[in-house]
């Protein structure tokens, strides 16, 4: 069973908006970091945003701050991720992530070595 599940990628056009969502499945994460990453064709996944467990604390990559927001619903155990001024070099497939964070540590981490756990993807293409 795969834990986080993954929907809302699609084909949108360059300056357009998608918002995408991760649902934990078969286990909470709640005590964990929740993190995005992406994959373009033929290049090393990498990092896009991550959110502490309580969901006031974010950090982002430099290629999405001011456009990107990620957000959690505690209750629902779910992630966003809101995009917003989409440009063709978003395209990729945008994976969330789960990396526990033991008690007292509240550290977010771009580093994609250090989560736990991963959903399958969701593909995005923004064209021009």
């Known amino acids: 069973q795969v834990p986080l599940v993954e929907s809302g990628g699609g084909l949108v056009q360059a300056g357009g908006s998608l918002r995408l969502s991760c649902a934990a499945s078969?286990?909470?994460?709640?005590?964990?970091?929740m993190g995005w990453f992406r994959q373009a064709p033929g290049m090393e996944r990498e990092f896009v945003a991550v959110?502490?467990?309580?969901?006031?604390?974010?950090y982002y990559a430099d290629s999405v701050k001011g456009r990107f927001t990620i957000s959690r619903d505690i209750s629902k155990d779910t992630v966003y991720l809101q995009m917003n001024s989409l440009k063709p070099e978003d395209t990729a497939v945008y994976s969330c992530?789960?990396?526990?964070?033991?008690?007292?540590?509240?550290?977010?981490?771009?580093?994609?070595?250090?989560?736990?756990?991963w959903g399958q993807g969701t593909q995005v293409t923004v064209s021009s």
């Open positions: 959110v502490g467990r309580t969901g006031t604390r974010t």
């Open positions: 992530a789960a990396d526990y964070l033991g008690t007292g540590v509240y550290s977010l981490s771009p580093r994609k070595d250090e989560y736990d756990y």
């Open positions: 078969g286990r909470s994460f709640r005590n964990y970091a």
